[in-house]
């Protein structure tokens, strides 16, 4: 499957963006997808995950993040409300196949198939 997400963009802290990621070549209802972020210099962190209806989140982004996912278009969103400084990173989109609610499944990069390209987000203060 191929992932490509959009929507990233320069905002100004408290503001918000949307995130979406398309995909094309699979059967997307069969993927759990995440969010990931990679700030310059630091390695790449897991942000949230849809897994088998279920949403989970990085304690840094619970309250203002929402992941959404409409099966229909293929399509996976990442609502971004509350933006802060510290939001600012490169945002990936991932699929995987397998279903965990391991939170040290779900948080690792290697447990997952496909990756998007990124989107920069950069958020001003």
């Known amino acids: 499957v191929q992932l490509q997400a959009s929507g990233g963009g320069l905002v100004q802290a408290g503001g918000s963006l949307r995130l979406s990621c398309s995909a094309s070549g699979g059967t997307f209802s069969r993927y759990e997808m995440g969010w990931f972020r990679q700030a310059p210099g630091k390695e790449r962190e897991f942000v949230g995950r849809?897994?088998?209806?279920?949403?989970f989140y990085r304690d840094s982004v619970k309250g203002r993040f929402t992941i959404s996912r409409d099966n229909a278009k293929n399509t996976v969103y990442l609502q971004m409300n509350s933006l802060k400084p510290e939001d600012t990173a490169v945002y990936f989109c991932a699929a995987a196949l397998r279903t965990s609610d391991s939170r040290s499944y779900y948080y690792s990069t290697s447990s997952y198939d496909y990756w998007g390209q990124g989107t920069q987000v950069t958020v001003s203060s």
């Open positions: 849809w897994t088998a209806g279920r949403l």
